[in-house]
T-cell receptor, first 111, second 111 residues
Framework: QQQVKQSPQSLIVQKGGISIINCAYENTAFDYFPWYQQFPGKGPALLIAIRPDVSEKKEGRFTISFNKSAKQFSLHIMDSQPGDSATYFCAASRTTDKLIFGTGTRLQVFP | NAGVTQTPKFQVLKTGQSMTLQCAQDMNHNSMYWYRQDPGMGLRLIYYSASEGTTDKGEVPNGYNVSRLNKREFSLRLESAAPSQTSVYFC??????????FGSGTRLTVV
């Protein structure tokens, strides 16, 4: 019940395209769903997060879509840029509890 | 600069040697965490401290010990290093709720 499953493991997108990364969770008590972005040699950094009372949250080119009934959430990167090339982790938790991370998606955006 | 500071950034150990990874945060966060990151495995929780004076095991605690020295500092000790502990180690902290702030990591190689 504690797992967060993330797919795909790697993703190659052309510049200007849409990158989509999916995650699924099992624990219905989770109420906080963040996405982290990690560049090589750096620690993960919070990118965007959503709570289950909304179905979508947008910040610039990054959008989280949330489907509570399916227990799934996804990250959409619109107009993908080479600078977006990084590893992306989804995560889930109860608000005050420790995060459970997905296994990560390595995104490569080619010009 | 505010944030999470980890030392050292790189370390090579021989099998059986011991070492302590240091972590300090200056954001007055209550909770602190130690994760290891391995290819294809995502971020796995080793130990965490929900508040000063408390520590708990995470998903992969074997071979490690921790000390929450005060509210700012949370150290991770390897008593007898093994090649399986070759990894990148991240410390993170968070306030009572919401997301983590990660350090920049310690890359550890055990030969």
């Amino acid at each position: 019940q504690q797992q967060v499953k993330q797919s795909p493991q790697s993703l190659i997108v052309q510049k200007g395209g849409i990158s989509i990364i999916n995650c699924a969770y099992e624990n219905t008590a989770f109420d906080y769903f963040p996405w982290y972005q990690q560049f090589p040699g750096k620690g993960p950094a919070l990118l965007i997060a959503i709570r289950p009372d909304v179905s979508e949250k947008k910040e610039g080119r990054f959008t989280i879509s949330f489907n509570k009934s399916a227990k799934q959430f996804s990250l959409h990167i619109m107009d993908s840029q080479p600078g977006d090339s990084a590893t992306y982790f989804c995560a889930a938790s109860r608000t005050t509890d420790k995060l459970i991370f997905g296994t990560g998606t390595r995104l490569q955006v080619f010009p | 600069n505010a944030g999470v500071t980890q030392t050292p950034k790189f370390q090579v150990l021989k099998t059986g040697q011991s070492m302590t990874l240091q972590c300090a945060q200056d954001m007055n966060h209550n909770s602190m965490y130690w994760y290891r990151q391995d290819p294809g495995m995502g971020l796995r929780l080793i130990y965490y401290s929900a508040s000063e004076g408390t520590t708990d095991k995470g998903e992969v605690p074997n071979g490690y010990n921790v000390s929450r020295l005060n509210k700012r500092e949370f150290s991770l000790r390897l008593e007898s290093a093994a090649p399986s502990q070759t990894s990148v180690y991240f410390c993170a902290s968070k306030p009572g709720s919401y997301g983590y702030t990660f350090g920049s990591g310690t890359r550890l190689t055990v030969v």
